[in-house]
Each structure stands twice: as structure tokens, then as C-alpha cells.
């Protein structure tokens, strides 16, 4: 049933919407050829390119040979399943992973998120939503991050340099591994050092809708991102959780 209505959400969404400059290439790695035919037609109709995948044995040879731009990932496929998948590639490839799941289940939306996903759907999604929350994820990697402020530059706390026009961050002169969302979340963070934010603005800056207090992806991305920038995960220093509030990032002294 969630299949099916989301075919024909599919095929009664068939209009293009105002096409945007942040268009790219897009690998859909989806085992239901039906509904990735679907999907690439509608992106495409989109001014994107789109190249599709249905085997996940085969998927992580696909995404680091290509190397797209954006890579819509589902959970459940043959021969192996999303989460692993995005597992195996995040070492190499750095850019957006947006995973789309037909279950519900809150365990799902965190392992993937855990293994690197940037942002998820779940199934059925209307396609203006798909493409609305691809567009955001493309724009985001391709802009230098900015502060609340408005400025773009370099930022230092002791040992850890996090720099918005590279999009990169270096821990004693070492390269971290972030996906984008956690470079987005640790430059919004560390940019606000010395206030507290809460998960409502975080999560309306970040993808730019309402926080509807159930969502876990920011906590997720916290985790992950304290032991790569050297915080204690079980006593942070730098990333404080401020109870009842949100995240606070504290200025070494």
C-alpha cells in the first residue's frame, strides 16, 4: 500500500517546478524499477541528471565510481541494505545521502543517520517534497557555510580550525570526516560559541521546517561529531547538551 500510493503521488505530480541553478546529478539507488523510473523522470523534468541503480551489491561501486552529486538511498534492497551501504561509503564519499524509507520505525531514521545519512524521507513522499528537500541538501553543499551574522571565514578553537569557505574542519592539523550536515551542524554551532541553541532554530537553520519534537537527527549528529572534534561523548567539554533547552558550544579557554 505505501508503494502504491506513492506511485500515484508520482504520476498525478508530473508539472516541473521552476527549475533552479543547484540542479546536479542525482543517483537514485532504488530495487522497484517502476517506482525509480518514476523518480528519475520527475527529477529530470527538473533540469537534474539522474542515473539509477536497483542492485544494492552493486551500489558502492556505482556511488564512488560516479561520484553524483547526491545520492537518494533506500533502506530496504537486494543484496544489500541502505544502512550498509552507507556505511561503506562514507570514508570516500563526502557528498549528501538522503535515504528513503517505507517503515516507520524511529530505529531506522537513527541507524541511517548514524552511518552517515544526511537527511531522510519516508515513504510516501509527495515528489515537490523529495525535490524541495534534494534541492536544500544540494544548496547547502555547494554554498560556504554562514553564520548568524552573515560572515563566511575561519574559525579556531584551540586544536580544532573549522573553516566555512573549504567546508572543512582540521583537529590538530588533521582533516576530519563530515558528512555535509554534520560540517553544517558543527559550523552552526561553533559559530554561535557561547549561546545556547535550542533544537527548534537548530533544526528550522538546518532544513528549514518546523522541529516537531520528535525528530532525533540533531542529537544523532551531535554524537558523531563530539569524539571527531575531540570532545568527550560521556563528558562533553565543547558540545554541551543544555537540559530542557538545547546545545550549547563552549569556547576553549
Not at 538522503?98 to 537513527?110: F, G, N, P, S
Request: overall charge negative; hydrophobic content about 40%.
Amino acid at each position: 500500500m505505501v508503494e502504491s500510493g506513492y506511485k500515484f503521488m508520482m504520476q498525478t505530480e508530473t508539472q516541473p517546478v521552476e527549475q533552479q541553478a543547484d540542479s546536479g546529478h542525482i543517483l537514485i539507488v532504488e530495487d522497484d524499477e517502476r517506482l525509480a523510473g518514476l523518480t528519475r523522470e520527475y527529477l529530470e523534468n527538473n533540469g537534474m541528471t539522474v542515473t539509477v541503480e536497483h542492485d544494492g551489491s552493486k551500489a558502492v561501486d556505482r556511488i564512488l565510481n560516479e561520484n553524483p552529486d547526491l545520492v537518494v538511498l533506500d533502506l530496504m534492497l537486494p543484496g544489500e541494505d541502505g544502512v550498509s551501504i552507507c556505511r561503506r561509503v562514507r570514508g570516500d564519499y563526502h557528498r549528501p545521502i538522503l535515504m528513503l524509507t517505507a517503515r516507520t520505525d524511529d530505529l531506522d531514521e537513527v541507524l541511517g543517520l548514524e552511518m552517515g545519512a544526511d537527511d531522510y524521507v519516508a515513504k510516501p513522499v509527495r515528489p515537490r517534497v523529495l525535490l524541495a528537500r534534494i534541492r536544500a541538501l544540494l544548496r547547502r553543499t555547494h554554498a560556504p557555510a554562514i553564520d548568524d551574522k552573515g560572515d563566511k571565514g575561519r574559525l579556531e578553537f584551540g586544536d580544532l580550525v573549522v573553516d566555512a569557505a573549504m567546508r572543512e574542519a582540521w583537529l590538530k592539523g588533521e582533516n576530519i570526516e563530515l558528512t555535509s550536515a554534520e560540517f553544517d551542524l558543527l559550523w552552526l554551532l561553533s559559530s554561535n560559541a557561547g549561546r545556547v541553541l535550542s533544537r527548534e532554530e537548530i533544526f528550522e537553520k538546518l532544513r528549514g521546517i518546523e522541529y516537531d519534537g520528535q525528530d532525533r537527527s540533531i542529537d544523532v549528529r551531535v554524537s558523531r561529531i563530539r569524539p571527531k572534534i575531540g570532545d568527550d561523548p560521556m563528558h562533553p567539554r565543547m558540545i554541551k547538551t543544555v537540559r530542557s533547552k538545547g546545545y550549547l558550544f563552549v569556547r576553549p579557554v
